[in-house]
């Protein structure tokens, strides 16, 4: 892919009418917030058994699913292994959704309280705080905890969410908020997939897309005006974002709980070409976004080519 990278007069002719309209995308996610939000401690029945048959994620969803590792695997071993890789998407889930709660707080500090979007703020705030408990309750549900990300990944996490803003900040919301909803739209609808994870994952879906469309917006209006050094910066560093996100989805301990030699488990997981066209196809959205708005740079597609999301 050829980056070309749209000039400032471009962004400004983009995204323009973006930043008017900005007030009134909020007004609506509050609209729609009050229409149609979810208390996971009662949308989800935390005390139904756990069926032994069912997995915790469309098995397509595996990072072994289609590798020499899989048809070797036990129909037990596959549940359990697709069980623990949901809780550590889940688990990283809770990671980025708590940077980013502080990412929103620190945006909006001593802000307009009168504003739509200085509310929704809030609201979003909210929504990610009953999010992570409801990802840790399916967690312990579960019985796969402690699935943290990399320590490497959790100290450029706190280093981010200290520092960045605007459009870095969203974007890299962004990032994490779409790879998830693509695959929690297949997992809800997955009849092996437990009803638990089910239920969470259409809370989730609806929920996030209004946080989508708010981050979509909120990197519009940060971006009227950008440089072209600016642009460039933010989309190296939204890609690095990414980087550590997507690395640390799934922990190479789920490999263990499932029985499995987790060094030949990474080695599989990582070459499976499966799973990387299943990536490819949960970034699209995204891709099409981040190249809207300048951010495919030379540097930033190299990383996204690494990962597989393009």
Not at 37 to 52: A, N
Not at 109 to 135: N, P, V, W
Request: one cysteine or more; a negative charge.
């Amino acid at each position: 892919m050829t980056s070309t990278l749209p000039s400032t007069d471009q962004l400004s002719a983009v995204f323009g009418a973006g930043q008017r309209d900005g007030e009134a995308v909020s007004a609506r996610l509050l609209d729609s917030a009050a229409q149609l939000s979810y208390d996971p401690t009662t949308e989800v029945d935390w005390d139904e058994p756990l069926d032994p048959a069912l997995h915790g994620l469309n098995p397509e969803w595996s990072t072994l699913y289609g590798t020499e590792l899989w048809d070797e695997m036990t129909d037990e071993q596959r549940v359990t292994l697709t069980r623990h890789e949901v809780a550590s998407i889940m688990s990283t889930g809770i990671w980025f959704e708590m940077i980013l709660q502080q990412m929103l707080l620190r945006e909006h500090y001593a802000g307009d309280t009168t504003r739509k979007d200085f509310q929704f703020a809030l609201t979003e705030i909210a929504d990610e705080c009953r999010h992570s408990i409801m990802f840790a309750r399916a967690c312990e549900k579960l019985g796969a905890t402690g699935y943290a990300p990399k320590r490497s990944g959790i100290e450029l996490g706190r280093f981010f969410k200290s520092f960045a803003s605007a459009e870095r900040a969203f974007a890299a919301a962004l990032v994490a908020e779409e790879v998830l909803d693509v695959m929690q739209r297949d997992w809800m609808r997955g009849e092996d997939v437990l009803p638990m994870i089910r239920t969470t994952s259409r809370i989730h879906v609806v929920e996030e897309s209004r946080h989508m469309t708010y981050a979509r917006q909120e990197v519009r209006e940060s971006l009227v005006g950008a440089s072209r050094a600016r642009v460039r910066s933010s989309a190296l560093l939204i890609a690095i974002v990414t980087q550590v996100v997507v690395t640390n989805l799934v922990h190479r301990d789920v490999y263990t709980a499932a029985g499995l030699d987790a060094d030949r488990a990474v080695r599989e997981a990582r070459a499976n070409k499966h799973h990387h066209a299943m990536m490819r196809t949960s970034s699209r959205h995204l891709m099409a976004f981040l190249g809207e708005c300048g951010f495919l740079t030379g540097p930033a597609v190299a990383i996204y080519r690494r990962l597989h999301m393009i």
